[in-house]
């Protein structure tokens, strides 16, 4: 018989969930091969789940809507915050399944069995709800067996762990790389941690989740019943066109108080890609989709609220999945036969545009790759420079079996992700750490401990950089739409977390009201990166600024020497 799920029991799943995904984060975006081969589904597990334990009241005296010991509140508050905080497709679902364990456990009081069934089926409705079209041998399979479970009186961990060695049977693309689900080892993987906090025995031996973990019976596996494909667009002349490849992973928050206007942009994103999860309430949704046109996913959200903290990223192409190119044949390492990696050697290699972030870079120990960074607010957003082949190259002259690898720029993600995978082939253990600016690649850096074990030293670099908000000020290139509204030649851009956050004219206003929000929200120690072209005297303004208004932050001041943007900004 579990103990009650209170408020105690929820903070120690907290402390025994976010050491286990922590665990599993390395493995997890070693095997992320469904919905896409990105190689991130731990790292936005890990970063969703800790946004939400962060945020858990700091004493238990909640009482939940029926009077018991407040563990719907503190999950109520969880959820919000993994709301505020998701990560791609998996860290969304995990949002609402947050959300569902807590309605659940508002329906009534009860035993504790009882209030534990509740919880479990409020997380598993829900996150299938959110996500448009339910796939199975996913994270939503692995749910509804432990709540199943739970409400036949059996172990809900250990039927998680049933389902998830499973996954493959249910899932060709997980099949064919010989995987179980990603997505589906991080749910195990909590639900574990949740029946340990709830003072129940856990089996030694960890879930199935090597490479290889598929089943015999998964070696012909028939074709799940996947997402309807979107309808065919009508063209002028009547004759249906091929739809187009999801391009683009959008995600963003939306201020919307009317469901109704959610219920349409749910109907109007569906046919404009896949992958589509949209969650949330009482005013405020997460929506999440791949799609071919971004621009049209937020123009959807536009008609139905406010879009804010609005985040594209480039998806890998399909012929990337598992290892393989368009052909279906195993992707090479790099050509040539390079040399066998030194599997006791360490190494982190970084992108970073700019001599001085080069300099610093290379003096905590990373090997460095230089770039040259799109400007904000030019016709595209990416990187001149480095390619595929370039990030693969980096990695196997380094010579070491263990690489981590710092992208430091958004547009990179999908070609470090397919760096990494190709350089695993060749039997180099590489982890991609999603740094999105150059202040998060330091703040990594600053962490990272080559003598440590290597999933833990990707975690807690991962962390680092998690932890850390980033800012930019540039200079726009040519008119352009912006999250802030429309910007001109010339007009100073002020950026907070990749999005535009407001258009001036001068840098030095632009850049104190940049870092005077990044600082509402609390911090330790800034970090000013100057640009080669930062007018005189702004860091010591800035600097002053830090001091007159917050007494306990210290600042830092890097001379960057990027060309691209007059500022980098981080708060950790």
């Given at each position: 018989?579990?103990?009650?799920?209170?408020?105690?029991?929820?903070?120690?799943?907290?402390?025994?969930?976010?050491?286990?995904?922590?665990?599993?984060?390395?493995?997890?975006?070693?095997?992320?091969?469904?919905?896409?081969?990105?190689?991130?589904?731990?790292?936005?597990?890990?970063?969703?789940?800790?946004?939400?334990?962060?945020?858990?009241?700091?004493?238990?005296?909640?009482?939940?809507?029926?009077?018991?010991?407040?563990?719907?509140?503190?999950?109520?508050?969880?959820?919000?915050?993994?709301?505020?905080?998701?990560?791609?497709?998996?860290?969304?679902?995990?949002?609402?399944?947050?959300?569902?364990?807590?309605?659940?456990?508002?329906?009534?009081?009860g035993?504790?069995?009882?209030?534990l069934?509740?919880?479990?089926?409020?997380?598993?409705?829900?996150?299938?709800?959110?996500?448009?079209?339910?796939?199975?041998?996913?994270?939503?399979?692995?749910?509804?067996?432990?709540?199943?479970?739970?409400?036949?009186g059996?172990?809900?961990?250990?039927?998680?762990?049933?389902?998830?060695?499973?996954?493959?049977?249910?899932?060709?693309?997980?099949?064919?790389?010989?995987?179980?689900?990603?997505?589906?080892?991080?749910?195990?993987?909590?639900?574990?941690?949740?029946?340990?906090?709830?003072?129940?025995?856990?089996?030694?031996?960890?879930?199935?989740?090597?490479?290889?973990?598929?089943s015999?019976?998964?070696?012909?596996?028939?074709?799940?019943?996947?997402?309807?494909?979107?309808?065919?667009?009508?063209?002028?002349?009547?004759?249906?066109?091929a739809?187009?490849?999801?391009?683009?992973?959008?995600?963003?928050?939306?201020?919307?108080?009317?469901?109704?206007?959610?219920?349409?942009?749910?109907?109007?994103?569906?046919?404009?890609?896949?992958?589509?999860?949209?969650?949330?309430?009482?005013?405020?949704?997460?929506?999440?989709?791949?799609?071919?046109?971004?621009?049209?996913?937020?123009?959807?959200?536009?008609?139905?609220?406010?879009?804010?903290?609005?985040?594209?990223?480039?998806?890998?192409?399909?012929?990337d999945?598992?290892?393989?190119?368009?052909?279906?044949?195993?992707?090479?390492?790099?050509?040539?036969?390079?040399?066998?990696?030194?599997?006791?050697?360490r190494?982190?290699?970084?992108?970073?545009?700019?001599e001085?972030?080069?300099?610093?870079?290379?003096?905590?120990?990373?090997?460095?790759?230089?770039?040259?960074?799109?400007?904000?607010?030019?016709?595209?957003?990416?990187?001149?420079?480095?390619?595929?082949?370039?990030?693969?190259?980096?990695?196997r002259a380094?010579?070491?079996?263990?690489?981590?690898?710092?992208?430091?720029?958004?547009?990179?993600?999908?070609?470090?992700?397919?760096?990494?995978?190709?350089?695993?082939?060749?039997?180099?253990?590489?982890?991609?750490?999603?740094t999105?600016?150059?202040?998060?690649?330091l703040?990594?850096?600053?962490?990272?401990?080559?003598?440590?074990?290597?999933?833990?030293?990707?975690?807690?670099?991962?962390?680092?950089?998690?932890?850390?908000?980033?800012?930019?000020?540039?200079?726009?290139?040519?008119?352009?739409?912006?999250?802030?509204?429309?910007?001109?030649?010339?007009?100073?851009?002020?950026?907070?977390?990749?999005?535009?956050?407001?258009?001036?004219?001068?840098?030095?206003?632009?850049?104190?009201?940049?870092?005077?929000?990044?600082?509402?929200?609390g911090?330790?120690?800034?970090?000013?990166?100057?640009?080669?072209?930062?007018?005189?005297?702004?860091?010591?303004?800035?600097?002053?600024?830090?001091?007159?208004?917050?007494?306990?932050?210290?600042?830092?001041?890097?001379?960057?020497?990027?060309?691209?943007?007059?500022?980098?900004?981080?708060?950790?």
């Amino acid at each position: 018989m579990p103990q009650p799920l209170d408020a105690a029991a929820v903070r120690r799943w907290c402390a025994l969930g976010r050491e286990a995904l922590r665990a599993h984060c390395a493995r997890m975006d070693a095997i992320n091969v469904f919905p896409v081969a990105d190689g991130d589904t731990g790292t936005n597990l890990c970063l969703t789940f800790e946004a939400a334990c962060e945020a858990l009241p700091a004493r238990d005296t909640a009482r939940d809507t029926n009077g018991d010991p407040g563990a719907g509140a503190a999950l109520r508050a969880m959820a919000r915050a993994a709301l505020l905080a998701a990560r791609g497709n998996s860290g969304a679902i995990l949002a609402e399944y947050l959300r569902g364990m807590a309605r659940g456990l508002d329906e009534g009081a009860g035993a504790p069995a009882e209030r534990l069934c509740r919880a479990l089926r409020g997380g598993a409705s829900a996150a299938y709800a959110a996500v448009a079209h339910p796939v199975e041998g996913t994270m939503l399979t692995v749910a509804e067996a432990a709540a199943a479970a739970a409400e036949a009186g059996d172990d809900p961990a250990a039927a998680a762990r049933r389902t998830l060695d499973a996954t493959p049977d249910r899932l060709a693309a997980l099949a064919r790389a010989g995987v179980v689900d990603a997505g589906g080892l991080g749910l195990t993987v909590l639900l574990t941690a949740l029946w340990a906090a709830l003072g129940e025995q856990v089996p030694d031996e960890e879930p199935a989740a090597a490479i290889g973990a598929a089943s015999p019976a998964a070696a012909e596996p028939a074709e799940p019943a996947a997402s309807p494909a979107a309808p065919a667009a009508l063209p002028a002349d009547g004759l249906p066109q091929a739809p187009r490849r999801p391009e683009f992973e959008v995600m963003y928050l939306l201020a919307a108080e009317d469901p109704a206007a959610v219920d349409a942009l749910r109907a109007r994103l569906d046919p404009l890609g896949d992958s589509l999860v949209v969650g949330g309430g009482e005013g405020l949704w997460s929506v999440h989709v791949h799609v071919a046109d971004a621009g049209a996913a937020v123009e959807a959200g536009l008609a139905a609220g406010r879009p804010h903290r609005i985040r594209i990223t480039h998806l890998p192409t399909a012929g990337d999945a598992a290892g393989h190119d368009a052909t279906g044949g195993p992707r090479c390492a790099a050509d040539g036969p390079g040399r066998p990696p030194d599997p006791g050697a360490r190494v982190v290699v970084a992108v970073v545009p700019g001599e001085g972030l080069a300099a610093l870079c290379r003096q905590a120990g990373a090997v460095v790759l230089s770039a040259r960074s799109v400007p904000a607010g030019a016709a595209v957003d990416g990187i001149d420079g480095i390619d595929e082949g370039a990030l693969v190259a980096a990695v196997r002259a380094t010579g070491a079996g263990e690489v981590a690898l710092l992208p430091n720029d958004s547009g990179l993600h999908p070609l470090a992700a397919r760096a990494a995978d190709a350089v695993r082939a060749a039997g180099i253990r590489c982890a991609v750490i999603p740094t999105r600016a150059a202040v998060q690649g330091l703040a990594a850096l600053a962490v990272h401990q080559p003598d440590r074990r290597f999933d833990e030293d990707v975690v807690t670099m991962t962390s680092a950089a998690g932890a850390t908000r980033y800012g930019e000020v540039t200079v726009a290139e040519r008119r352009s739409w912006t999250s802030a509204g429309i910007c001109h030649r010339g007009d100073v851009l002020g950026l907070v977390d990749g999005d535009v956050a407001l258009i001036g004219s001068g840098t030095g206003q632009v850049a104190t009201e940049v870092l005077d929000r990044m600082l509402a929200a609390g911090g330790e120690l800034v970090t000013l990166v100057l640009g080669a072209d930062a007018p005189a005297g702004l860091a010591a303004a800035l600097e002053r600024r830090v001091r007159e208004r917050h007494l306990a932050v210290d600042t830092v001041v890097h001379e960057g020497r990027q060309h691209e943007t007059q500022l980098l900004i981080g708060v950790e």
